[in-house]
T-cell receptor
Framework: DAKTTQPPSMDCAEGRAANLPCNHS???????VYWYRQIHSQGPQYIIH???NNETNEMASLIITEDRKSSTLILPHATLRDTAVYYC?????????????FGPGTRLSVLP | GAVVSQHPSRVICKSGTSVKIECRSL??????MFWYRQFPKQSLMLMAT?????????EQGVEKDKFLINHASLTLSTLTVTSAHPEDSSFYIC?????????????FGSGTRLTVV
């Protein structure tokens, strides 16, 4: 699975959009981009995933560049409860039985 | 959605004793479950892959005789930390793969905070 690079930490003001970047320049054509987050002392929580089209759900939007070498997770109106570590993971979607490999992620702090 | 229930959420045990952590898939069958360990301020590290009805596959450096994994049914996997020591104190998390094709992903348990005193 392709390796990802994320900034170690980011701050965001409450109520503003949080834009979390992820670089995955070695991504291959059949690899999906997944985003999870981990709030302190909890298990990771699924946010969103996509292959090449931009995706939106009730939690966030995922913007994938046309060359798929990078993506951005957007939390449109960050709240204090969005403070967490956000993980960008790239892997083959149909590679059943294979685990996720977690990098260090981005620690997002939403400030009042 | 698919839920993985993990128990206990928190356990304190004495050094030398054993602790069992359970991970149940509530509304789906999990052929494969994964066990992770997370130390403070670090990311999740895979310990082992648990397959229903067969032996678990352990990552390099993880002692299989110390971390016993049983996956006897499609809805239950257990991790037993045997002869626990303070250095085994950590956050343990299980997960299971769900869905197929474009909807493929993973769901995680809520984690177990183990403190060995």
């Amino acid at each position: 699975d392709a390796k990802t690079t994320q900034p170690p930490s980011m701050d965001c003001a409450e109520g503003r959009a949080a834009n979390l970047p992820c670089n995955h320049s070695t991504i291959s054509g059949n690899e999906y981009v997944y985003w999870y987050r981990q709030i302190h002392s909890q298990g990771p929580q699924y946010i969103i995933h996509g292959l090449k089209n931009n995706e939106t759900n009730e939690m966030a939007s995922l913007i994938i560049t046309e060359d798929r070498k990078s993506s951005t997770l957007i939390l449109p109106h960050a709240t204090l409860r969005d403070t967490a570590v956000y993980y960008c993971i790239v892997r083959v979607g149909s590679n059943y039985g294979q685990n996720f490999v977690f990098g260090p992620g981005t620690r997002l702090s939403v400030l009042p | 959605g698919a839920v993985v229930s993990q128990h206990p959420s928190r356990v304190i045990c004495k050094s030398g004793t054993s602790v069992k952590i359970e991970c149940r898939s509530l509304d789906f069958q999990a052929t494969t479950m994964f066990w992770y360990r997370q130390f403070p301020k670090q990311s999740l590290m895979l310990m082992a892959t648990s397959n229903e009805g067969s032996k678990a596959t352990y990552e390099q450096g993880v002692e299989k005789d110390k971390f016993l994994i049983n996956h006897a049914s499609l809805t239950l996997s257990t991790l037993t930390v045997t002869s626990a020591h303070p250095e085994d104190s950590s956050f343990y998390i299980c997960s299971a793969s769900i869905g197929t094709g474009i909807n493929y992903g993973y769901t995680f348990g809520s984690g177990t905070r183990l403190t060995v005193v």
